[in-house]
T-cell receptor, first 116, second 111 residues
Framework: ETGVTQTPRHLVMGMTNKKSLKCEQH?????MYWYKQSAKKPLELMFV???????ENNSVPSRFSPECPNSSHLFLHLHTLQPEDSALYLC???????????????FGNGTRLTVT | GQNIDQPTEMTATEGAIVQINCTYQ??????LFWYQQHAGEAPTFLSY??LDGLEEKGRFSSFLSRSKGYSYLLLKELQMKDSASYLC????????????WGAGTKLIIKP
């Protein structure tokens, strides 16, 4: 059971396509995250939003564009991706602010993205 | 730099005990997390250690030694459903209290 829902579960797109990943959390959290997970590599943090404000952008290429309209929803807009961008993209949420530093992340099941 | 090391893969027998180690070198320390991730599923939170010592939660226990930069996850009475990847993550002392992740340990349980 997860309070974080991601859609779609699987996505195949060409390098010239534009698509969006969606994440929704029902846990009342104020921080939301996008992570990239590649085989046998550590989770790579992409973006962090705290109380709807972007607080982290880990040198992510501009072909990835996040959007956080409210504290429950997070999007990742994709355009002109490369084959090396194929990976599992995980959304997570947690309690926000400095008071949440010991708060665990709650993850969605991810979107398996394949770029052809 | 920031670094977390875990064994890539371990194999154990159903009913036995297994210890998964995690060593870290990070800029500051604000707690260590263990997560379990079954293939094709979300990572799920297992444990959090911020003080030295052992935290026990049913069949799973997690140990921390801050002076040694070392933690382990101990799984007892192994069941087939424990076959999964186990991820170690350290929260560092930057402005955003971000997590540094290990690459995960794939645990295979054999009958």
């Amino acid at each position: 059971e997860t309070g974080v829902t991601q859609t779609p579960r699987h996505l195949v797109m060409g390098m010239t396509n534009k698509k969006s990943l969606k994440c929704e959390q029902h846990l009342g959290h104020n921080a939301m995250y996008w992570y990239k997970q590649s085989a046998k590599k550590p989770l790579e943090l992409m973006f962090v939003y705290n109380f709807k404000e972007q607080t982290e952008n880990n040198s992510v290429p501009s072909r990835f564009s996040p959007e956080c309209p409210n504290s429950s929803h997070l999007f990742l807009h994709l355009h002109t991706l490369q084959p090396e961008d194929s990976a599992l993209y995980l959304c997570a949420s947690s309690q926000g602010g400095t008071g949440g530093y010991n708060s665990p992340l709650h993850f969605g099941n991810g979107t398996r993205l394949t770029v052809t | 730099g920031q670094n977390i090391d875990q064994p890539t893969e371990m194999t154990a027998t159903e009913g036995a005990i297994v210890q998964i180690n995690c060593t870290y070198q990070t800029s500051g320390f604000n707690g260590l997390f263990w997560y379990q991730q079954h293939a094709g599923e979300a990572p799920t939170f297992l444990s959090y250690n911020v003080l030295d010592g052992l935290e026990e939660k049913g069949r799973f226990s997690s140990f921390l030694s801050r002076s040694k930069g070392y933690s382990y996850l101990l799984l007892k009475e192994l069941q087939m459903k424990d076959s999964a990847s186990y991820l170690c993550a350290v929260r560092v002392q930057d402005s955003n209290y971000q997590l540094i992740w290990g690459a995960g340990t794939k645990l295979i349980i054999k009958p």
